[in-house]
């Protein structure tokens, strides 16, 4: 079992910056892929952005990219995501989650271990 807890979330303006943790503990061999989702109320749970074992490669989502930044600390089983020039259709929950396989997935079913989510807001 893998114990996911994420950190970091908040209330903030439009064009501020949040930076979320992920602090992975448990049976934390293997892990491969780490990502981030969210979900907005009334919304289903989408893909923000992944990163592979190693952090050599990286996926975001279209209206994430050159504003978000994923990264991961191994040796301190953790993940970050450092969302700068937020906007309130950031507004959501979100989750972090870990995958079994290397592979850079958007789909929620590629990753087996998820969190419990931080509420991010963003006041227009």
């Known amino acids: 079992q893998v114990q996911l807890v994420e950190s970091g979330g908040g209330l903030v303006q439009t064009g501020g910056s949040l930076r979320l943790s992920c602090a992975a503990s448990?049976?934390?061999?293997?892990?491969?892929?780490m990502g981030w989702f969210r979900q907005a109320p009334g919304k289903e749970r989408e893909f923000v952005a992944a990163i592979s074992w190693s952090s050599a490669n990286t996926y975001y989502q279209d209206s994430v990219k050159g504003r978000f930044t994923i990264s991961r600390d191994n040796a301190k089983n953790t993940m970050y995501l450092q969302m700068n020039s937020l906007k309130p259709e950031d507004t959501a929950v979100y989750f972090c989650?870990?995958?079994?396989?290397?592979?850079?997935?958007?789909?929620?079913?590629?990753?087996?271990?998820w969190g419990q989510g931080t509420q991010v807001t963003v006041s227009s």
């Open positions: 989650a870990v995958g079994p396989t290397n592979y850079l997935s958007e789909d929620v079913r590629s990753y087996n271990y």
């Open positions: 448990g049976r934390t061999f293997p892990i491969y892929t």
